[in-house]
């Protein structure tokens, strides 16, 4: 046998040894918020969301363990905001230090405080760029993909297009507001213009009943009219309240990228490419539906848990979140390349997909967009421009 040969063998051997027996036990955490209806009932979230790709991640890691002597298993709970901090104690007093969260922005960072330092918290929902930069934490990784990080995947496209004027409608809530900054940051970085931005408000009517097809027909032209001349239109709707009446109701014939028309996602249930087709349908076969973002963001943590577990051998979160931050980290996700984590902020690096909900339309980074270290760094913020000081630069 070759040497490398006997090497590996004797790596396995040792690997098996050290992990037989352990038991790996993380936590999948929803917070339920009281957020109105989506505009198309298409769109209504399915009980299961997110704990279903923790079912599938858990079947997944177990595949390898078994070989291994592992074994692992992952705790779902929905929660509220009022009982998400004494869920996280009641995890730790559990022996539960590995925790998926499914939550709004404003509750991740407490959450990951009170899981405390040597808990191993991974965002799976929350696009927040604060809890990338200045709100970071050591213990806190990041799965999905920050806002800034998605609207340079629509901009990247747009500019590859040669679609360099756009025109900027956003809505009135404080989370669609973040996002038309990151749409605004994304145009400099990639020397598109934004012409003019114009701000739809929500008046809090009841969206699906109250503004039927005859009212939008007559008003969202109207309300688009006007405009100077602009190549295509981005939307930050990430309320969901207007942005899906736009495509088809423009007052110019424009494109329309961002929360309708060509959107960023992490995933997509059209999505096929790089052996993802066998991957939604296992999915399917076992959650009877289509996999959203949030079963990939929550699958995908796991996996970083099951591939760091393997790999090192151990279930001590520090030294899971160790290796996930080092260069001997990568894992297939099904989307073209491995993904890996940023050193600097706890984000993992991951192609974005831009989607009509039936295709995938494109894949960012787009071609000719290049980076010293990787380009899919050219997607969000780089480590020149972090302020996050807790991974110590």
């Known amino acids: 046998m070759p040497m490398l040969g006997i090497v590996a063998v004797a790596w396995f051997a040792v690997l098996v040894s050290a992990a037989s027996g352990l038991e790996i036990r993380a936590a999948v955490l929803r917070v339920e918020t009281d957020r109105p209806l989506p505009i198309s009932r298409l769109d209504l979230p399915p009980d299961d969301l997110g704990f279903a790709g923790a079912v599938l991640a858990t079947e997944d890691n177990q595949t390898t363990g078994t070989f291994l002597g592992m074994e692992f298993s992952a705790e779902t709970r929905s929660v509220t905001p009022e009982t998400a901090l004494g869920a996280i104690q009641e995890l730790r007093a559990e022996g539960i230090g590995i925790i998926v969260l499914l939550a709004p922005g404003e509750e991740v960072a407490a959450l990951a405080d009170a899981a405390g330092s040597d808990a191993l918290v991974l965002n799976s929902g929350a696009p927040d760029e604060a809890l990338r930069e200045e709100e970071c934490r050591a213990n806190l990784l ?142 399917e076969r076992m959650a009877g539906r289509g996999m959203r973002q949030e079963d990939y963001q929550v699958w995908l943590a796991l996996r970083v848990i099951g591939e760091a577990v393997i790999r090192t051998g151990s279930a001590d979160p520090t030294q899971l979140r160790d290796y996930a931050l080092s260069d001997a980290f990568e894992l297939a996700a099904f989307k073209g390349q491995k993904v890996t984590f940023r050193p600097w902020n706890g984000q993992l690096r991951q192609p974005v997909l831009l989607t009509d909900r039936h295709i995938t339309v494109a894949v960012s980074p787009q071609e000719g967009f290049l980076h010293q270290v990787s380009p899919l760094d050219t997607l969000g913020r780089d480590r020149p421009e972090t302020r996050c000081t807790a991974f110590g630069g």
């Open 142 to 283: 990041h799965i999905g993909p920050s806002r800034a990080m998605l609207a340079d995947a629509v901009v990247q496209f747009l500019i590859w297009k040669q679609w360099r004027r756009l025109a900027l409608v956003h809505g009135s809530h404080t989370e669609d507001h973040a996002l038309a900054e990151a749409y605004r940051a994304a145009a400099r970085k990639f020397g598109a213009t934004i012409v003019e931005e114009r701000e739809f408000v929500d008046t809090g009517g009841a969206r699906r009943t109250d503004t039927g097809h005859v009212l939008v027909q007559r008003q969202m032209p109207v309300f688009m009219q006007d405009l100077p001349g602009h190549d295509a239109v981005v939307v930050a709707d990430e309320a969901d309240v207007f942005a899906a009446y736009l495509p088809y109701h423009l007052w110019f014939p424009r494109p329309v990228a961002g929360s309708a028309g060509m959107i960023p996602v992490s995933w997509h249930d059209a999505h096929e490419a790089w052996g993802a087709t066998q991957f939604q349908r296992r999915f």
